[in-house]
């Protein structure tokens, strides 16, 4: 079946610093695949999205390329700040169902 | 924009006891709403799709009798864990579906904890 596989964190990174959180996905078809956010006590927050092959989502400075080839949509940002830090999910979707990752903590310090 | 709220976000129970969770779209109005668990350092899994006004749809493995969901209204979707025991403790999330439009919003999440 369709599944998602994101890198184990915690990630761990000094303000400014480049960040990639890796994902791979496996399905059958053409999923539209997302990041989505959860900050400490709030619900998930769509983050980007994309939805068909070579499609590049972008929101608050952060990236992702839906490369179907290597079946992947890592994540990326050029300098994280501090007000970054909090669970990643990267996720497909194949009809109505969302199914997800396990998360990649992302902590920043100052 | 495009608020769900869930209530309570955390709730203790006893073993053998029933325990409901609620899930409202504050600002839109949501024919189908979603239900997954997250246990810890775990992905959130589907347990169920909730319709407005008919039977939900469960995702395999996930008993009905036992995750009891109402969709009475098109702000409001239930979950009844019932007869609950421990195995069930796990962080309880929704998610609301604008009508016509494919983008999941998601709750805050409910901590359940039976002892």
């Known amino acids: 079946g369709d599944s998602v596989t994101q890198m184990e964190g915690p990630v761990t990174l000094s303000e400014e610093a480049f960040l990639t959180i890796n994902c791979t996905y496996t399905?059958?078809?053409?999923?539209?695949l997302f990041w989505y956010v959860q900050y400490p006590g709030e619900g998930l927050q769509l983050l980007l999205k994309a939805t068909k092959a070579d499609d590049k989502g972008s929101n608050k400075g952060f990236e992702a390329t839906y490369r179907k080839e290597t079946t992947s949509f890592h994540l990326e940002k050029g300098s994280v700040q501090v007000s970054d830090s909090a669970v990643y999910f990267c996720?497909?979707?194949?009809?109505?169902?969302?199914?997800f990752g396990k998360g990649t903590t992302l902590s920043v310090s100052s | 924009g495009a608020v769900v709220s869930q209530h309570p976000s955390w709730v203790i129970c006893k073993s053998g006891t029933s325990v409901k969770i609620e899930c409202r779209s504050l600002d839109f109005q949501a024919t189908t709403m979603f239900w997954y668990r997250q246990f810890p350092k775990q992905s959130l899994m589907l347990m169920a799709t909730?319709?407005?006004?008919?039977?939900?749809?469960?995702e395999q493995g996930v008993e009905k009798d036992k995750f009891l969901i109402n969709h009475a209204s098109l702000t409001l979707s239930t979950l009844t864990v019932t007869s609950a025991h421990p195995e069930d403790s796990s962080f309880y999330i929704c998610?609301?579906?604008?009508?016509?439009?494919?983008?999941?919003?998601f709750g805050p999440g409910t901590r359940l904890t039976v002892t």
């Open positions: 996720a497909l979707q194949a009809g109505t169902a969302l199914i």
């Open positions: 399905a059958t078809g053409y999923p539209s």
């Open positions: 998610s609301a579906k604008k009508d016509a439009q494919n983008e999941q919003y």
């Open positions: 909730s319709n407005e006004g008919s039977k939900a749809t469960y």
